[in-house]
């Protein structure tokens, strides 16, 4: 069983910056493909962005496109999901996602991922 943990969340300014991570025990992210999700208040969760397990392969939201840059160090066991430009709209509870050997065919499908993180909150004012 993985178990995942996010860090790096905060209040920015709009027009800033922020880098989550996902820290990852018990079991190496080698094996896992990645998602980062997030929910804001009164919304339904939103797929944000997915690497392969290498993270040769990356995958994002069209709104985060050009924004949002989704990495991974597997020797450090850590998702990165490095966030520019960030609008009052994003947001919101930023989760991240494992899915044990690849990802899911329906990325944004959170049901398909096998472990979840509980969590960071990004806050943007305008």
């Known amino acids: 069983q993985v178990q995942l943990v996010e860090s790096g969340g905060g209040l920015v300014q709009a027009g800033g910056s922020l880098r989550l991570s996902c820290a990852a025990s018990?079991?190496?992210?080698?094996?896992?493909?990645m998602a980062w999700f997030r929910q804001a208040p009164g919304n339904e969760r939103e797929f944000v962005a997915a690497?392969?397990?290498?993270?040769?392969?990356?995958y994002y939201a069209d709104s985060m496109k050009g924004r949002f840059t989704i990495s991974r160090d597997n020797a450090k066991n850590t998702l990165y999901l490095q966030m520019n430009s960030l609008k009052p709209e994003d947001t919101a509870i930023y989760y991240c996602?494992?899915?044990?050997?690849?990802?899911?065919?329906?990325?944004?499908?959170?049901?398909?991922?096998?472990?979840w993180g509980q969590g960071t909150q990004v806050t943007v004012s305008s």
């Open positions: 996602a494992a899915k044990y050997v690849g990802l899911p065919s329906k990325l944004q499908e959170g049901d398909e991922y096998d472990y």
């Open positions: 018990r079991r190496t992210l080698s094996s896992y493909g």
């Open positions: 690497s392969s397990f290498s993270g040769e392969k990356t």
